[in-house]
């Protein structure tokens, strides 16, 4: 299958503790995206990288957010110091422009973070 | 800047009949709209999109959306409504430059047997 994936599915931690995200775009897209989604909500725009530049960062990112994107493929989202406000699933999406579909995200499963 | 208002976070229908979900956006060009789907537990899927040209979308498991300028609607509608069309449905709008999607609140479509 050539979706997007995210590791891990699921990560409970206590508060205070770091946490790490990967997601692995659909390997031809260059551009990767980065949302917050909490319960009952829409999900939030965070970051988003074309190829290995971070081009723009949501004002939700805070100090102890970061994302990479080292190669060009697969992406990372730290979280350091985790509060129960980081309590939600954490989505990523690929794309690459077409003439025809224009910039179309495909989302990942997401992954979603419990902070006790 | 762009936004979307999904008009209702729930709608209830009995299987069979009409759904209609509504969504209003605001922009400042001419935009592009989307409506994704998420199924509980599952990755956010793309339903239809509308990028100026018909303005009657045609989308995956008999789903449409019309866009009408001039009520800056662009509603999302189904003939008949099938048990496993219960679901979460996202209203999405894409910036001009197509870096960045925003993202109704949602609304949630219960289909009762």
């Known amino acids: 299958d050539t979706g997007v994936s995210q590791n891990p599915r699921h990560k409970i931690t206590k508060r205070g503790q770091n946490v790490t995200f990967r997601c692995d775009p659909i390997?031809?897209?260059?551009?990767l995206y980065w949302y917050r989604q909490t319960l009952g909500q829409g999900p939030e725009f965070l970051t988003y990288?074309?190829?290995?530049?971070?081009?723009?960062k949501s004002r939700l990112l805070s100090d102890r957010f970061s994302a990479e994107r080292p190669k060009g493929s697969f992406s990372t989202l730290e979280i350091q110091r985790t509060e129960q406000g980081d309590s939600a699933m954490y989505l990523c999406?690929?794309?690459?422009?077409?003439?025809?579909?224009?910039?179309?995200?495909?989302f990942g499963p997401g992954t979603r973070l419990t902070v006790t | 800047a762009q936004s979307v208002t999904q008009l209702d976070s729930h709608v209830s229908v009995s299987e069979g009949t009409p759904v209609l979900l509504r969504c209003n956006y605001s922009?400042?060009?001419?935009?592009?709209l989307f409506w994704y789907v998420q199924h509980p537990n599952k990755g956010l899927q793309l339903l239809l999109k509308?990028?100026?040209?018909?303005?009657l979308v045609k989308g995956i498991n008999g789903f449409e959306a019309e866009f009408k300028k001039s009520e800056t609607s662009f509603h999302l509608t189904k003939p008949s409504a099938h048990m496993s069309d219960a679901a979460e449905y996202f209203c999405?709008?894409?910036?001009?430059?197509?870096?960045?999607?925003?993202f109704g609140g949602g609304t949630r479509l219960m289909v009762k047997p």
């Open positions: 390997s031809e897209h260059n551009r």
């Open positions: 999406a690929s794309t690459s422009y077409t003439g025809t579909t224009g910039y179309e995200q495909y």
């Open positions: 509308y990028t100026s040209a018909a303005t």
């Open positions: 990288f074309q190829n290995e530049a971070q081009l723009e």
């Open positions: 922009s400042s060009y001419s935009p592009s």
């Open positions: 999405v709008v894409i910036s001009n430059a197509g870096n960045m999607l925003t």
